[in-house]
């Protein structure tokens, strides 16, 4: 089983940035796709981002795009979420978590979570 450990979260005005890290244990990093994924108050989970095993394609939600980075670095087991241009409607819980099987951004085709870290943008 793998261990996933989110971290970088916390209260930022809008328009500052955050850089969220998820360290990966227990299992063969390199060889699975991960994604972040938020949960906002009163709504269900949804997707943020995606990236490939080796970095090469990258996903990212309408939402996001132009103003979060995913990244990954498998020499560290860590996945990464560089969050700029924030704004209050960011303001959730993100969710680091590994893929199955082939790469998609559908989250029920992730297998491992982590515990989540909260982000808080205020205006």
């Known amino acids: 089983q793998v261990q996933l450990v989110e971290s970088g979260g916390g209260l930022v005005q809008a328009g500052g940035s955050l850089r969220l890290s998820c360290a990966a244990s227990?299992?063969?990093?390199?060889?699975?796709?991960m994604g972040w994924f938020r949960q906002a108050p009163g709504k269900e989970r949804a997707f943020v981002a995606t990236i490939s095993w080796n970095g090469a394609v990258t996903n990212y939600a309408d939402s996001v795009k132009g103003r979060f980075t995913i990244s990954r670095d498998n020499a560290k087991n860590t996945v990464y979420l560089q969050m700029n241009s924030l704004k209050p409607e960011d303001t959730a819980v993100y969710y680091c978590a590994q893929g199955r099987y082939y790469y998609s951004t559908d989250q029920r085709d992730f297998g491992s979570w982590g515990q989540g870290t909260q982000v808080t943008v205020s205006s």
């Open positions: 227990g299992r063969t990093f390199s060889n699975y796709y």
